[in-house]
T-cell receptor, first 110, second 113 residues
Framework: DQQVKQNSPSLSVQEGRISILNCDYT??????FLWYKKYPAEGPTFLISISSIKDKNEDGRFTVFLNKSAKHLSLHIVPSQPGDSAVYFC?????????FGGGTRLMVKP | DAGVIQSPRHEVTEMGQEVTLRCKPI?????LFWYRQTMMRGLELLIY????????DSGMPEDRFSAKMPNASFSNLKIQPSEPRDSAVYFCASSRDGGNEQYFGPGTRLTVT
């Protein structure tokens, strides 16, 4: 069974600086890991994905890094903007079924 | 595109009452998912449908919970009888191909007193 753990419940960074959100998993068998973002009173929205055969995927200001030997992935946001303030979920995709981590609340201060 | 529509947005009911949550997926999406978010358990998948057929309901917590999808444009989740521990935000999501990107509705906040 796969477990997805986000050990930092919150993170605060200054506007313009880098935000790094971390995620650990337990099961080496997977096809994709995803990141979703959630604003208050809204549903989560898909942000970026990474497949098991890659170690990096970049989309604009967002980059996800995968370290399979450490069973660890991270999301980098550079530069951080106040509008990035939200809860970020690390998500395992098990073929249509998504398993969400506990989330990290990011606060970007102007 | 109107996105995934859920109703009601808020529901307050008394223990023992039946609760019905409704969802209209994005047109053309073949997959529909029901999730529940609580402080204790986070965001968890309850059940999902493909082409209106339930595929996996292993996340449904008890027999008090049931979900149906009578057609491609509507699904409901029922709780009968409701209990205070059912209080949570319930999300509906849909996707075109069951892949990485699921589109979530705004959620229904259920409070059972």
């Amino acid at each position: 069974d796969q477990q997805v753990k986000q050990n930092s419940p919150s993170l605060s960074v200054q506007e313009g600086r880098i935000s790094i959100l971390n995620c650990d998993y337990t099961n080496s068998m997977f096809d994709y890991f995803l990141w979703y973002k959630k604003y208050p009173a809204e549903g989560p929205t898909f942000l970026i994905s990474i497949s098991s055969i890659k170690d990096k995927n970049e989309d604009g200001r967002f980059t996800v890094f995968l370290n399979k030997s450490a069973k660890h992935l991270s999301l980098h946001i550079v530069p951080s903007q106040p509008g990035d303030s939200a809860v970020y979920f690390c998500v395992w995709n098990a073929g249509n079924m998504l398993t969400f981590g506990g989330g990290t609340r990011l606060m970007v201060k102007p | 595109d109107a996105g995934v529509i859920q109703s009601p947005r808020h529901e307050v009911t008394e223990m023992g009452q039946e609760v019905t949550l409704r969802c209209k997926p994005i047109s053309g999406h073949d997959y529909l998912f029901w999730y529940r978010q609580t402080m204790m358990r986070g965001l968890e998948l309850l059940i999902y449908f493909n082409n209106n057929v339930p595929i996996d309901d292993s996340g449904m917590p008890e027999d008090r919970f049931s979900a149906k999808m009578p057609n491609a444009s509507f699904s409901n989740l029922k709780i009968q009888p409701s209990e205070p521990r059912d209080s949570a935000v319930y999300f509906c999501a849909s996707s075109r191909d069951g892949g990485n990107e699921q589109y979530f509705g705004p959620g229904t906040r259920l409070t059972v007193t």
